[in-house]
């Protein structure tokens, strides 16, 4: 239970809520009944009785997920370099324009940060990531979705074409990396498609 206090401390700490206050209950209604409270960031070496309640008061704000408007910070993402930029980013979603209970196929994901602010913008949203190959030794797209609150992201690897392919729902925004003539078939949905130069020589 003392690792679950710790993680807690350490979890708002890292999202930018270090000045939460952390509560935590002991004993309810016995006659050992205790109450500790501490900052998150200073939270360390409290004993605290092993049935008991964690309750935080948030204060804070400036955490990477913070704001639900379109264009988040582009160190909110794990990444390995494949991430479509904050303005490019904040742009496209404002082309694409989420609606509630639509669905997105972002082809060509990288981490997905497209998909996950387009998920973020209306909990009735739906979200498919495309990538290409796994991402191996970190954690991705779904640990991006996961840490940004949306982990209902849905994420596919293989072809691309054959991926498009399956997007058939009639009121799907299409945001595609990687465009050809095949990926970019006839859809009845909305189209975004963004370029990036992997390398080039002067």
Not at 79 to 85: E, F, V
Not at 141 to 159: D, F, I, K, Q
Request: proline share 5%; hydrophobic share 40%.
């Amino acid at each position: 239970m003392a690792r679950a206090r710790t993680e807690v401390a350490r979890l708002l700490t890292d999202e930018g809520y270090g000045d939460s206050v952390i509560t935590v209950l002991g004993d309810l209604d016995s006659e050992t009944e205790s109450r500790t409270e501490a900052v998150a960031h200073d939270w360390t070496g409290h004993q605290v009785p092993a049935l008991n309640v964690i309750c935080v008061a948030c204060v804070g704000g400036a955490g990477r997920s913070a704001s639900l408007a379109p264009g988040l910070p582009d160190a909110a993402f794990d990444h390995d370099g494949q991430l479509t930029k904050r303005d490019l980013r904040a742009s496209a979603l404002a082309h694409l324009m989420p609606r509630p209970g639509e669905l997105l196929w972002d082809v060509g994901a990288g981490a997905a940060s497209i998909a996950i602010e387009w998920l973020r913008a209306d909990p009735r949203c739906r979200a498919i990531a495309h990538r290409a190959q796994p991402r191996a030794g970190a954690s991705g797209s779904r640990g991006n979705a996961e840490a940004l609150g949306v982990p209902g992201l849905t994420v596919l690897h293989g072809a691309a074409p054959a991926c498009a392919g399956l997007a058939t729902t009639t009121t799907c925004g299409l945001h595609r990396r990687g465009a050809s003539s095949e990926t970019l078939a006839p859809n009845p949905g909305r189209l975004c498609s963004s370029a990036a130069v992997l390398s080039f020589t002067r």
